[in-house]
RNA sequence: GGCGCGUUAUCCAAGAGGCUAGGAGCCGGUCUGCAAAACCGUUAACGUCGGUUCGAAUCCGACACGCGCCUCCA
């Protein structure tokens, strides 16, 4: 099966084929860097990270750009609120953005560019459209003409009519049609400019986009990827500028994610419903949230709440215990080459290497479909449940039965380095996930060990009505016993 | 108003004409002094009404409900 990627512009699932075999050039629009990021950025950041590694692990050489956009009305805004420069905040805001992705996990994309290292490309693609027709100055800044463009619209399917219609378009005195959007943007006294052909300015929104992705990309290239709120009116204008300037096809395939919502409703900033990526990691780990966010399918919407989050918990947790009960194994005796012909496994033993078997294929699968993250996680889920057996059922851990778990071992390892997963090793994330609950308990490890220490001497001496007491008195703190041949151990609740 | 998306069991969530998705939970079992944890097993569904078909969650139509974009947005 090969990949198939679904195609906004298309509105259905295609098979994927790269301008230049082997190649494949991927844009993808970063943030607006005045604030710090949310779920939803995390969310978008997410999705084409996996994409990215899954095209590099289909064997792709991949030119994967992400900007950040480090000039516009909401920097300048922010900064003359703080009584500072848009560079201060920009900055500041780059370096947060950094800071939040790289606790994600996010494999840090080819070229990372600001659009203010771009101006001058800028400048030229405007001039080129403003040569052919297609934008015009007036009065300090230059507007894109939208009636010039035939295709416009073709992205979100739409009409200038319609468009119209819903009335909520601003007709400025400079625009020549309601629809027409700025390319350039001159200065008002007190914000940063660059010099242009047509006074002191600064470049508007969309324009940045076209300029680097055609700088590091060329003029045609594979992948442009973006939440769905971007379809109109940026990609769409991102369309525009570029096919009119180059005279030939912008992007071969756009691919969109879903938002997250809070309780059926879009996180956004003007609903005041959104959480900020560091806020949530105070409470949840950054693994926890990725798996979050890959348990539905990139385009869906995914509803964001405790409730969910804690399920995702649970679930990392069962393929981290697994995996830490494999190294167990492995730690103690390396896999030997040598397999002694007359050993045999098992009737659990085979239906392991069933799913071993299987399991590239399956997961190649599900990923090929549009990046199926989420039916990827159900093929590891059952790898897990069919290894468990396996371990329950394993008296004696035999050479081919250790082949099979190294096997299995590195499997997990494989398919986590697509999705980005079981980057910690088992048992140090397990503990730190038992560390973090740890902080939100009011009593300390030192007393919990007390109590358990007089709970093993009362049961010791029978007296397990005083046994269960200390068991209740430690549960209702939220602390767990776990009794087992080797002594008592404590987890939080 | 225009355009688009969705509705799958108690909850989350894949699937897209015939093939057990998966997870959490419930229930049962193993273990245990009893429990818990862990593990194993098990359970159940395709919004409504029509249509196409030997066969529909899946395709078509209508309806209902929810959501998104049309303004800065990931």
């Known amino acids: 099966m090969a990949l198939r990627v679904y195609n906004t512009l298309t509105g259905e699932k295609e098979v994927f084929v790269p301008l230049t075999p082997g190649k494949v050039g991927m844009y993808v629009c970063g943030v607006t860097v005045y604030d710090y990021c949310h779920i939803g950025h995390a969310r978008a950041g997410v999705a084409f990270d996996i994409i990215f590694r899954y095209l590099k692990y289909a064997g792709y050489d991949v030119t994967y750009v992400r900007n950040y956009t480090d000039i516009d009305d909401k920097i300048i805004n922010r900064a003359n609120q703080e009584g500072t420069d848009y560079r201060t905040i920009a900055d500041r805001y780059i370096q947060a953005f950094d800071e939040d992705m790289d606790r994600l996990g996010l494999a840090r994309p080819t070229i990372e560019p ?120 940026h990609h769409e204008n991102e369309i525009a500028q570029s096919e009119a300037a180059n005279g030939c096809q912008f992007v071969r395939y756009w691919l969109h994610n879903g938002f997250v919502n809070i309780n059926a409703e879009k996180m956004s900033k003007s609903l005041g419903n959104f959480f900020t990526i560091r806020e949530v990691l105070k409470t949840y780990d950054p693994e926890t949230l990725r798996f979050f966010i890959l348990s539905a399918h990139y385009r869906s919407p995914i509803d964001f709440s405790d409730q969910n989050l804690d399920e995702a918990q649970s679930g990392l947790e069962r393929m981290y215990s697994c995996l830490a009960a494999l190294d167990e194994i492995l730690i103690g005796e390396p896999p030997s080459s040598k397999i002694s012909v007359i050993e045999t496994l098992t009737q659990v033993g085979l239906e392991l290497q069933e799913k071993a078997d299987q399991f590239i294929p399956r997961f190649v699968d599900a990923m090929d479909d549009d990046f199926n993250a989420a039916q990827a996680l159900g093929v590891l889920f059952e790898t897990v449940r069919a290894t468990n057996r396996f371990l329950a059922e394993t008296r004696e851990i035999t050479s081919v039965a250790l082949s ?7 499997l997990f390892v494989e398919a986590g380095s697509v999705l980005g997963l079981f980057m910690t090793p088992p048992a140090t994330w397990l503990e730190g996930i038992k560390s973090a609950k740890t902080g939100q308990i009011d009593i300390t490890p030192d007393e919990i060990e007390r109590l358990i220490a007089e709970r093993a001497e009362a049961r010791a001496a029978k007296n397990f009505k005083r046994g269960d007491e200390i068991r209740d008195l430690l549960l209702a703190k939220g602390i767990l016993l776990l009794d087992s041949a080797q002594g008592t151990s404590w987890n939080v609740k």
């Open 114 to 233: 600001k659009a203010t290292d771009h101006i001058g490309g800028i400048i030229s693609i405007i001039e080129a459209l403003v040569a052919k027709g297609h934008a015009y100055a007036s009065e300090g800044d230059v507007y894109y003409a939208v009636e010039t463009f035939p295709d416009y619209l073709k992205l979100s399917g739409r009409n200038l009519e319609e468009m119209q219609a819903g009335a909520r378009v601003e007709v400025g005195d400079k625009k020549q049609h309601p629809m027409d959007f700025a390319l350039w943007k001159g200065s008002k006294p007190g914000e940063p400019w660059w010099q242009s052909p047509w006074g002191n300015g600064r470049p508007g929104w969309h324009i940045e986009c076209s300029a680097m992705s055609m700088e590091f990309l060329g003029k045609t290239f594979d992948i442009h990827g973006g939440g769905k709120d971007l379809v109109f009116p």
């Open 404 to 410: 099979l778990i190294a096997h299995v071992r590195h």
